[in-house]
């Protein structure tokens, strides 16, 4: 089974930076497309940015720029860099996992990212 575990979420202001962090287990990593969304009240989950295995990456148009997604496949993590905030970045952040083989998803609880303005 696999788990995936974020951390790193908070509130900060406007123009700060956070560094988000998932931890995947259960799960050959370093074969798996990565990737974080995000949901902000009232609003549909969202692609934020994704890695594959070959470490390709594409992020969504409103974050181009300002975020990095990363991964340390010797560690099972992937990261999400976010610098030059803002209050429309407030949202819960979710781990995806796409699975190799199977394409089948898996999702973390999430993290809580509160930007102030």
């Known amino acids: 089974q696999v788990q995936l575990v974020e951390s790193g979420g908070g509130l900060v202001q406007a123009g700060g930076s956070l560094r988000l962090s998932c931890v995947a287990s259960g799960t050959i990593f370093r074969l798996n497309t990565m990737g974080w969304y995000r949901q902000a009240p009232g609003k549909q989950r969202e692609l934020v940015a994704v890695i594959t295995s070959a470490g390709s990456t594409n992020y969504a148009d409103s974050v181009k720029g300002r975020f990095t997604i990363s991964r340390t496949n010797a560690k099972n993590t992937v990261y999400l860099q976010m610098n030059s905030l803002k209050p429309e970045d407030t949202a819960v952040y979710y781990c995806?996992?796409?699975?190799?083989?199977?394409?089948?998803?898996?999702w973390g609880k999430g993290t809580l990212v509160t930007v102030s303005s």
């Open positions: 995806n996992c796409r699975r190799w083989g199977d394409a089948m998803d898996y």
